[in-house]
Structures are given as C-alpha cells and as structure tokens.
C-alpha cells in the first residue's frame, strides 16, 4: 500500500511562532486532506487539496502532487492550534493517513 | 446542529459483552465510514458503505458487523468485546465514495475491562 510519512513528529512551539509541517507519500495520489485533532478529540477538516495552495486564515497549504509531499503551514500559532495534525491520501478507494504530527503551543 | 454524530461518546463495558455504536449525519452525503483510532492516535479504516452498500471491508474481525439502514445512518455492532478492542471509534461521511472531503463525528471511546 501507500506509504505516508510526516514530520516532524513532535512540535512545541511558543505563541506566536510559524512553523511547517510536512507529509510526504510514496506513489500519485487521487487526492490530500489535512486533518487537526484538538486536545478534546475532535477530528476537523481543514484542507481538501489534492494540488495547489490554499489559504484559511492562519493556515495555509500547499500540495506538489510531482513530488508526492504536501505542507501545512501555521502562522502566528495560538495555543488553540495544539493538536495532533493529520495527512491523509486517497489511492485505489482508500484513505491513508500518516502517523500524524504532535503540536503543543505554549503561551 | 452536528454534521455527524455519534452515540454514546463513551462506553465502558466488560470483556464478551455485546455493544452498539450509532451514527447519523445530516449533510446528505452518500459515503458513511468507520475509522479506529488506536492509542497512538493511528487511524484505519474499517468499513464503508456507498448508500447502503458496502464498498470497503477491511481486515476486521467477524465480530465487527456494520449496518446502514438508510444512507444517512451506519451503525457498527461489536460482539463477544475483547481488550483489544479498546480505542476510539470514529464515524465519517463524504459526499461520495471517491473520499471527497471528509467530515468527522465526535468519536466513540470504547474501554474494555
């Protein structure tokens, strides 16, 4: 099957920071998601983006389908964005998703 | 007025007992999926059903049976519960079943004793 990586695994950041995460996969894929997973559990979509570069407020994303990786980026991060970050690829009718990207956001 | 919901948020039960989880959305989508999140946060699929019909079954044990009534619901049956089975239980929709953008429920902890 598909293979997909994300790093870095673990991330803290002071509020107020940008950082990139990145999710690479192994072959083309049909489509990209990414996911935030709050403190509370709860699984929200933030980008469907099989290609291209998105932007929604603070975050921004941007897929090169050639070069099988996608980037999350977070500006100005707020102890709101602490959660686990989730990309996800669609390949033969499956959703991937990576092991995910741990962020702590302290005050 | 949640998207996709999920009943109960948490079940506690003992080892070969029989549980239900339900899940209804109201977004009008025809793919409903249930993914296991397991206790290092890795999420699997297990099933999905295309209005009312099932179109991934993954490698889940027998004891795992899905059912969906109509295509705004798809309930998962867990019977004779082992440790194991302990996780999270999420429940999606998506508009159709090439996996477009996918909506989450809230989860369902399951905690076998």
């Known amino acids: 099957g598909i293979q997909v990586e994300q790093s870095p695994p673990d991330l803290i950041l002071q509020e107020g920071a940008n950082s990139t995460l990145r999710c690479n996969f192994s072959?083309?894929?049909?489509?990209l998601q990414w996911f935030h997973q709050n403190p509370w559990g709860q699984l929200i979509n933030l980008f469907y983006?099989?290609?291209g570069t998105k932007q929604n407020g603070r975050l921004s994303a941007t897929t090169v389908a050639t070069e099988r990786y996608s980037l999350l980026y977070i500006s100005s991060s707020q102890t709101t964005d602490s959660g686990v970050y989730f990309c996800?690829?669609?390949?033969?009718?499956?959703?991937?998703f990576g092991a995910g990207t741990q962020v702590v956001v302290t005050p | 007025d949640t998207a996709v919901s999920q009943t109960p948020k948490y079940l506690v039960t003992q080892m070969g007992n029989d549980k239900s989880i339900k899940c209804e959305q109201n977004?009008?989508?025809?793919?409903m999926y249930w993914y296991k999140q397991d206790s290092k946060k890795f999420l699997k699929i297990m099933f999905s059903?295309?209005?009312?019909?099932?179109?991934i079954n993954e490698t889940v044990p027998n004891r795992f049976s899905p059912k969906s009534p109509d295509k705004a619901h798809l309930n998962l049956h867990i019977n004779s519960l082992e440790l194991g089975d302990s996780a999270v239980y999420f429940c999606?929709?998506?508009?159709?079943?090439?996996?477009?953008?996918?909506?989450f429920g809230e989860g369902s902890r399951l905690t076998v004793l």
């Open positions: 983006i099989p290609s």
């Open positions: 072959d083309s894929v049909n489509n």
């Open positions: 977004l009008g989508h025809d793919t």
């Open positions: 999606a929709s998506s508009q159709d079943k090439s996996f477009g953008e996918l909506f």
């Open positions: 059903y295309n209005n009312k019909e099932l179109i």
């Open positions: 996800a690829v669609e390949k033969w009718g499956k959703l991937q």
